[in-house]
Structures are given as structure tokens and as C-alpha cells.
């Protein structure tokens, strides 16, 4: 079993709709939690650090359920430029705060 | 700024040859890691360094060498490339418990 896992998609979802990802941890010993994004051909690059108590940030918001080991992530008001793939991570206090990745949801939004 | 440069960006490698990817950090991280992303697997952590002199295994280090001689500096060798080390390789550095940047990337085909 992968220590993340994630439905690879991909989303298919017209402008303007909310979409939700969700991602898995199998670990319990993960301390911190984050989405990426990645757009194709690139580097990854953070999109939100997730928290306990649920973050919010414009038109994300991210939840965690650390009994359950489930990761969360709302697009309200889906752009084109969300099109991308998205990943959920977790770091765990051991390799030099290891990153550890899930494979990624791809999203693409359409006009 | 140019943050995490990764060189060569592109290269096809004959099996059996060796090469050398530099990665070059302009921000003082004391941390850095080599990534390789594959369809379907996410990013798996090759090989990382907590400081200069020093280097450690990650998920997948057969078939790869490191060396961090300088603290902007990480290189990764392959010592005779196999056609399953035919990847994308990002490079990417922190200072601890703070955000990781990436590099761009470095697409490698061993033919």
C-alpha cells in the first residue's frame, strides 16, 4: 500500500463548479501536511499548508482528520487556470523532514 | 533571485554511460534532496543532505551517488545509467521545517 494515496483522476469540471480531492496517509507518525500544485512540465510548488482546525485560503480550503488519516481539499468557483495536478504531501520528523508524495489528482477545468 | 537551478535541464543518456546533475541553491538552505518523479508514483526521495559533507539515503537510492562538497551545491551521479533511470529529477532545498523549494527539473532518457 502507498504511504499516500490520492484518486489520480482526472476531474473533468466546467468554470465556476467546486470540486473536492481527497488523499489518505498510512502512516500515523506524519506530523505536517500540505497540497501542492503542479502544473505540467514543472516544478511543484506549495498551494497550502493543512491544518487540525481547517485553513482557508481565497477560494481553497483544506481539512484534516488525523483519526480517520484523511486529507482534504475544496476549489469553490473553479478557474481555468486551476487546471493542474495536485498533491497531497506529508512530512514526517525523520530524513530531514522527508516529504513524502502522493502520485496526484489531476484537475482540468474547461470553459 | 534565482532560488534552485538544476543542470542540464534536458539529456538522453546511452545505458551504461555516467553523468552528473548539479543542483545549485542560492538562499543558504542547510537542507537538500534529490527527487525522481515517474507516471503513477509520485515524487520518491532518491538521496538527501542535512549540511555540507554530509549525504543520506532516501526510498530510492540504488543506481545514484551524491556528493554536497559545498553548501550550494548537490550533485547527483549515475555511475552507469539503466533505461529504469529514465526520469524527471527535481532537486529541492529547505531550511529546516520551512517551505522546500524546487528546481525546475531534469528530464533524463537512458535509451
Known amino acids: 500500500r502507498k504511504e499516500v494515496e490520492q484518486d489520480p483522476g482526472p476531474f473533468n469540471v466546467p468554470e465556476g463548479a467546486t470540486v473536492a480531492f481527497n488523499c489518505t496517509y498510512s502512516?500515523?507518525?506524519?506530523?505536517?501536511f500540505f497540497w501542492y500544485r503542479q502544473d505540467c512540465r514543472k516544478e511543484p510548488k506549495l498551494l497550502m499548508s493543512?491544518?487540525?482546525s481547517g485553513n482557508e485560503d481565497g477560494r481553497f480550503t483544506a481539512q484534516l482528520n488525523r483519526a480517520s488519516q484523511y486529507i482534504s481539499l475544496l476549489i469553490r468557483d473553479s478557474k481555468l487556470s486551476d487546471s493542474a495536478t495536485y498533491l497531497c504531501?506529508?512530512?514526517?520528523?525523520?530524513?530531514?523532514?522527508?516529504?513524502?508524495f502522493g502520485a496526484g489528482t489531476i484537475l482540468r477545468v474547461k470553459s | 533571485n534565482a532560488g534552485v537551478t538544476q543542470t542540464p535541464k534536458f539529456r538522453v543518456l546511452k545505458t551504461g554511460q555516467s553523468m552528473t546533475l548539479l543542483c545549485a541553491q542560492d538562499?543558504?538552505?542547510?537542507?537538500m534532496y534529490w527527487y525522481r518523479q515517474d507516471p503513477g508514483m509520485g515524487l520518491r526521495l532518491i538521496h538527501y543532505s542535512v549540511g555540507e559533507g554530509t549525504t543520506a539515503k532516501g526510498e530510492v537510492p540504488d543506481g545514484y551517488n551524491v556528493s554536497r562538497l559545498k553548501k550550494q551545491n548537490f550533485l547527483l551521479g549515475l555511475e552507469s545509467a539503466a533505461p529504469s533511470q529514465t526520469s524527471v529529477y527535481f532537486c529541492?532545498?529547505?531550511?529546516?521545517?520551512?517551505?522546500?523549494?524546487f528546481g525546475e527539473g531534469s528530464w533524463l532518457t537512458v535509451v
Open positions: 538562499m543558504n538552505h542547510e537542507y
Open positions: 529541492a532545498s529547505n531550511r529546516p521545517g520551512n517551505t522546500i523549494y
Open positions: 502512516n500515523s507518525a506524519s506530523q505536517s
Open positions: 493543512v491544518y487540525s
Open positions: 504531501v506529508v512530512r514526517k520528523q525523520e530524513y530531514g523532514n522527508k516529504l513524502v
